[in-house]
C-alpha cells in the first residue's frame, strides 16, 4: 500500500481501471490490448492488459508489459469451495509470467505493514507459505526435487516507517546476496472502485511502480532496479479516501450536468482537504486478509513445484 | 466501533459533534449545558455537554448525562513529555465521574476486534493494563492498598463476528457472577471530523449507545442493562466512509448556493452506495492505536488507586 | 496450560499418562478400563479410560467419566494430507461424548494465554471457529439449518494474570446469561512425556480440573461448577521443567539401581530447584500451534452441524 | 535464539557463564580478564570478560573481544522506576563499545521469531524503537541533528525457517546496499542457570557465533562476514532442556561423590534424549519479553543521539 500520488487523477494501482478511464467506445487504445475472458462455472472473470509500446505506456501512465486481472466475488470468503477454483487459476497466471522457473530459485517477497490490518497481506502470505530453500542446505540437492517443492526463499520487510530503508534498498540487497532468479511482489493495492476492493488480483511481469508518472524512480520494484525478473501480485484492499469522496462526487455531478469547470473546482478542493493521508477499508479487513492470503500462498505454493 | 446506523444523519459517536450541528448561536439548547475550558499550558481543551432532561436527550439523540470531551493534537504523538499531562487529565475527569470507588472493584472492558487495527484500541488497553484483582484473593485483604494499588479485573470480550454474542450478554453475566461496583468501558469510535480522528477522547457516565435511535436497546452498554454504574471512554480512530462523502459534498455544495434539495438528493444517493460497511482512517494508525492505548490504560491504573 | 500442582508427583493432565504410572501387569485397576483401538491405516491410535466409580477416581486421581486420548505423530505437521482423518476421528468422539446436541446452542472457551505460544492454542482455535449463533437472530430460525451450521458462540476469556478472574467465573456468568446447552473447553496441557506434546489430543466428558487432588474446587471446569454438561479438548503443548527433570533422573537411577530411598531425595530436591515456575516446548511450537488449531477448529466445525 | 550445538558440553551463550565453568580459585585465566562491579544503589552487577588472545578464546570457546554482563533482579518487572537506571547503564555501555558513532548511520537487526514468545525479543525491540534513517531524506541533512535522534534504520528478518535464508544473508545485503558504519544486532540467547534467564544482558564486540566451536562459520555475525563494526546486545530468555536436565543431575551427583565417569555417562544418556529440540522457559514470558523490550529500545533510542 502506497502513499498517494497525485490527487488531481483519481488513484488506482490496477491497470484495469486506468483502462476504464477511457471512453467505453474507444475499443483500441493505441499501444494498448486489452483481452477478456469470463469463467461462467467458476464465475472468474479474467482481464488482460497489454501494454505493447511507449504509446500505450503514456496512455496508461503504467510500465510496457501484461497486466492479469482476475475477479471474482467469492476471494474473500470463508468458503474453502471457492478458494480452491481462484487458487488454480491464479497459479495457472504466475506461470504463464514466470516463464521456464522449474526448481530454479525463487524469492517472495510480502511487502506492507503487518500491524495495520488491509496493509498486513504481503506479510500473512509470507506467514502461510512453504519456505524450502534452507531444506536444499540441510538435506541436500534432490531433496526439493524428490518431495515435489519448489525452491523458495520469503522475506517480509516492512514498510519505510518501521526500517527507515527503501524497499527496493532490502529487496536489492537480499537478492544479490542469495541470487535468486525471479521475484514474486505481494503487496496490498489501492483500487478506485470500491466494488473491487477484496475481490481482485492483479498479476503483472513490470514490477510495483508506486506513484509512477511522479516520477520516483528509487522506490520502483522492477527488473531495472532489482536486476532480475519481477512478478508482482497486487490485490486491492482499500481505496483513497479522496478517490472516494471525488468519485462519487463526480458520479453525481455527471447526473446533473455539472459543467466540466465546475467538476475540477470540487476535485482540486478536495485535493487540499485533510482526508490525505486516510484511506477507506471494509469493516470485514480482518476475514478478508486471512482467506486471501490464504489462498495467495497457496497459489503461490502450487506455481513454482 | 460500531456498524453505522442511520444513513440519512452524518454519524458520530461523539455528543459535542452533535451539539456543532446546531446552529452557532443558539448558544443554549434547551436541557443542554455546555461548558469550554482550554489548557493553554498543556494545549489541551476540555467541553463538557450536559444532558439535563429528556428534551435535551431529544434534542441531542443521547441519553441523559455529562459528556467531558478531551481534545489534544498531540494524544497519538509518540513523544512521553506529551502524554503525561493528559493521562493526569484523562484521570482526574474520570475519577470525577466515577465518584468515591477507592478500594472499590472495578472492571474493565476493552471492547472491539484487536484483528482491525482502528478497533484495537479497547483489546490493547486492557493488554497494558494494570491488573490486581486476583493479587488480593492470593496475598490477603490489605495487599492492594499496601502496595496503592486499585482492585482491577479486565476482559476484551471481542466482537459479535468472534463471538456469536452480544457484548452486553457477555458483560452482564460477568458482572453478575464477579460483583464489581463500576464497569469501565473502553471502545473506538467514529467521529464525524477527520481532525477528531485520534485526537480525541470522550468520557461519559452515560454508557455506550450503538445506533441510539434506531431502538436497539438489546445492545446498549448502560446502568440499566448491565445493572451498576458505567463509565466509557470513546476515543474516534475512523469516519464512516459515507459521512465523509457525505460531508466533503455539502460543504462543497454550501459554498455554491446549492438548493437543500439538492444537496438532500445527493446525501440520499450517498445513502444507496456500496461504501455503506466501510470506515475511513490514517494509514498511520498502527502507531496511534499504540500510543493512545498507552495513555488511557496509564490513566485508568492512576485513576482507581 | 495451568500452573504446576504437587511436584512430589510427576505432572501430567492425561488420564491416559497417569493409567501408565500404574505396574504393566497391572492390567484391571479396580473401577478403571482400558480400551485400546490402532487405526494402522491412519496411523492413529486411540485409547480409552473409564474411570468407573469412586475407587477409580481415587486410584486416578481424577474424576470419574470418559477419557479419550487420540495420537497421531501427524497431528503437528503441515501437510493437509494427514489433517482429514484425524480431524474426522477428533469429531466422531466430541459427537460421541455430546450426545444429542444437533440444533442446540453451544459454548466453545478457549482457554489460555495468546501471548504465550503453547498456550495459545485455546484463542487460535476460536480465531479459525466458525461462529454462528447471531446468525440465527440476524437471518432467522431457519437460517443455521439451511446452510448446515451449528449454533455455535466462542469466548477466549484469557488466563487470570490478564482478567483478574478466574476462568470459571467468567464462564459461569456467559453461560447462565446465554443458556447455551453444552460448553466445549479448549485447553493447552501438560504432558509428562516429550514425546505426546503436541501428537495428542485428550477428549473427556468430565471437563478440566487443574490441580485435582490439590482441592482448589473453585477453579474446576465441570458440570458441577458450570451448571451445564462439559466436554474438554485438552492438546499438551509443554511439560513441567520439574517433570522433565525428575523423569530422565528417574530413568536414569533406575538403569543404575539406584535405591528407592536416593531417588526420593533427588525428586525432593528438584521440587526446591528454582525451575518451578517453568515449562519446556518444542522450538517449532509456533507451526505445531497453528496446525493443530487449524485441526482442532476444523472437528469442532464438523461436529456440530 | 539458536540451535543447540554440542550437548556434551553444557548449552550457554554467556561468556559470563563459561568462565564460572572454570575452577573458582583460578582467578586468572591465560588471557582472559575479568572485572565486576556492583552498583548498590541500582543493584545492578557489571561484570566484564575481556578475551585478550588467540590462548583466551581457545579456553573460553568464544572469539577475541569485550563481554560486558548487566544483571539485575528487576529486568523483567513492570515497575517503570526500575527500568530508568537499567536503561541508563545499558546505554553506557553501548556507546562504550559502539565508540564514536555520533551522528553514524546505524542498522539494528532484531533477530528471532515473533510467532514464538521467548524469541521474540528482537523483533519486538525493532517494534519499539525509534527508527529516523528516512526522516534524513525527507527533511534533510540537519533534521536528526535538530531533533537529536541517531540516523537509525532497522530490521526484523526472521528465522530461516520462515525466510529459507541465513540471517547473514540477509544482513549482509542491506548492510552493502544502505551503508551503515555500525549494525547492533538483538537476540534472544540461552543461559546455562536459570535464574539469568530474564535477568541478564551480554553486550558484546564480538559479534553472535550461534554454536561457536562447532565450526559453522557461514552462520557468524561479527565484523568479519558483515564488513562493518557489530556490537550484539544478547538477553538469555531461555534454558536448553538438555543443559537443565544435565545441570540438575550434575549438582545432585556432586552432592552425591559419583565418579566422573558415572556423570559422564548420564550425561551422554541425556544427548541421546528426546529433549534434543526442546527449551525451557518462565510461565510470565510474555511480560517479561513486553517489558525488556522496552528497556533495550529505550537503551538503544539514548545511544545514538
Redesign the interface.
Known sequence: ?N?MGNLSMPRTDLALEIRETFPENDTQIQGVLLKEEYNKKRDIKVTTVTIKDDRGAKAMGKPIGTYITIESAKLDE?DESFQEPITKEVAKYIRQLAGDVKGKEILVAGLG?R???PDALGPQV??NL??????KEEYGEEFLERNKMGN???????V???????TS??L???????NPKLVVVIDALAARS??RVNKTIQITDTGISPGSGVGNNRKELNKKSLGIDVIALGIPTV?D?AT??RD??EH?MQG?DFSEQ?TNQ?IN??GE???R???????????AIKQISYTVSEALNQSFV
Request: hydrophobic letters at 45%; charged letters at 25%; zero cysteines.
Open positions: 500500500m502513499p470463508k505493514n500491524e495495520v490490518t509470507v506467514d512453504l519456505v524450502t530453500r534452507h531444506l523458495i526463499s520469503a522475506i517480509a520487510p516492512g519505510m516507517a518501521q526500517t527507515g530503508m527503501e534498498e532490502i536489492k540487497g537480499i537478492i544479490k546476496e542469495t470500491v466494488d481505496v479516501a472516494i469522496v462519487t462526487m453525481y446533473q465546475e470540487f478542493e478536495v482537504h485533510s482526508i493521508n486516510m484511506f477507506v477499508t471494509p469493516k470485514n479487513i480482518d476475514e
